[in-house]
């Protein structure tokens, strides 16, 4: 069974993280990977 939802995101948002990830200096590999901590980190912050 897949414990993952697929969520929609802006195309802008999308190739603003494509540009992050591709600067291996900030260690996100994956789109996923990115979203996943973004999520987190907000998450944290509004706990």
Known sequence: MNN???IALPNDL???IDE???KSNFGYRSRG???KE???MLL???K
Do not use: D, G, L, P
Request: cysteine-free; charged content about 30%; proline content about 0%.
């Open 14 to 16: 999308v190739a603003k």
């Open 38 to 40: 973004a999520v987190r």
């Open 33 to 35: 990977e990115f979203a």
């Open 20 to 22: 992050i990830i591709k």
């Open 4 to 6: 993952y939802t697929n």
């Open 44 to 46: 944290r912050t509004i």
